[in-house]
């Protein structure tokens, strides 16, 4: 190791936040409907066929359809952007506000979604989970799952 | 639409930001040396051959074993937390300041990680991408990639 040490053992360079959070969806129009309708994001961007971006807060959400980002060749200045593309169920979570629950609930009622879970952790924070059209598993949470401030 | 609407035509419960990314790694000793080590994250909860939890700023980077997470039957207050896990190569990335990249590039060469990609996007923004040990894609990433505000 040659880059020393920040403050409290913080390695040089390590990361502030996460900026994108990816997930996979072959069905772009059916992911579309319910990112922006059912969960109210922000749609930013939209490739047709390969990928749908989200604005989310400060951070983005990436829908990719894995069949596309798996594959092809996509260059920027000479590079090429690294290959990616998962299968199967993943897994993320929104941050939401307790007292948002309600409006989430009910917006998933409106539009058929059925919620699969709704736990209150033993240390604090309350989730709800529903599946994306493709079957991810969707989370919101309470910032108080992980963290002690709101 | 019964919840009404916020101002700005933002939907009622629209999540704030994103709590939890998820990425799937089989190997949790050899992702942890990267996360950890590589990386520079903070783990802030770890349980053998299921997860490794890392705090990253105001956010959470979870780590499963998706043969763990796709099967096992974990149940909190009675109700069962939902199944998930992932095959392939997923993607995620996490935000750095342009002064940090010098030293990420120096802890990646370090442990011998290859960068695969550096791009300077036409819109603004630089990231720099690498492999984590399961071949996920793990890009680091200007906040100017995405947003005008540093």
Chains 1, 2 share one sequence.
């Not at 490739?47 to 092809?72: C, I, Y």
């Not at 506000?97 to 879970?117: P, T």
């Amino acid at each position: 190791m040659t880059s020393g040490k920040q403050a409290a053992g913080v390695l040089e360079g390590t990361p502030s936040a996460i900026l994108e959070t990816v997930v996979y969806c072959e069905d772009l129009a059916a992911a579309r409907q319910f990112y922006e309708q059912v969960v109210g994001l922000q749609l930013v961007s939209d490739e047709p066929d390969r990928h749908l971006f989200f604005r989310v807060g400060k951070s983005m959400l990436l829908v990719f359809n894995p069949n596309q980002t798996r594959t092809a060749t996509v260059k920027v200045g000479g590079q090429m952007i690294p290959r990616h593309g998962g299968d199967g169920a993943s897994h993320f979570a929104f941050q939401s506000k307790r007292e948002q629950f309600e409006a989430i609930g009910q917006r998933l009622a409106d539009h058929a979604v059925a919620i699969e879970a709704q736990i209150e952790w033993p240390g604090g924070g309350h989730s709800i989970y529903c599946r994306d059209p493709a079957g991810n598993s969707v989370e919101f949470a309470t910032r108080t799952l992980w963290f002690h401030e709101e």
